[in-house]
């Protein structure tokens, strides 16, 4: 009976997860800032229902009395999110520099950029004079 009594006592004297949810809070909002919802739409889903499934669960928790609590499910969902979320931000800027450096490199892009090379080597800068003297000189 005693050992039953201090194992209650044990469990419900859990410190709540407070630190652990802010962490999964800013992750998951991190993960949002930087385009997750858009490159990694999926894991970023699952972190975000994570985090909502954690808070409630710690809620839940928090209301019931002292030596009742447990708070390891909220715990391991916060856990959880905070890590989806991560994962997620690792793709959403993996995905976005694969983006940009496509952009970059497109070949309309390029053969844009070759048009006007050649005009100006054909014409030696005559396109690109008049256009100074039209506008005035562009800025640097």
């Not at 800032?33 to 909502?52: I, N, Q």
């Not at 928090?62 to 969902?77: E, G, H, I």
């Not at 497109?106 to 054909?122: D, F, M």
């Amino acid at each position: 009976m005693a050992f039953f009594c201090l194992s209650v006592l044990m469990t419900g004297c859990q410190d709540p997860p407070i630190h652990e949810l802010q962490k999964a809070r800013q992750a998951v909002e991190h993960a949002r800032r930087e385009g997750a919802l858009t490159f990694a739409p999926d894991l970023y889903s699952l972190a975000e229902s994570e985090l909502t499934i954690g808070e409630e669960e710690f809620h839940e928790q928090s209301r019931k009395m002292f030596w009742a609590r447990d708070y390891s499910m909220a715990t391991r969902l916060i856990m959880l999110a905070q890590t989806d979320a991560q994962q997620a931000l690792s793709l959403a800027q993996e995905e976005k520099q694969k983006s940009s450096m496509s952009d970059r490199d497109s070949p309309l892009l390029l053969s844009v950029h070759s048009y006007l090379e050649e005009l100006r080597l054909t014409n030696g800068g005559l396109f690109f004079k008049n256009r100074e003297r039209r506008n005035g000189p562009q800025a640097p």
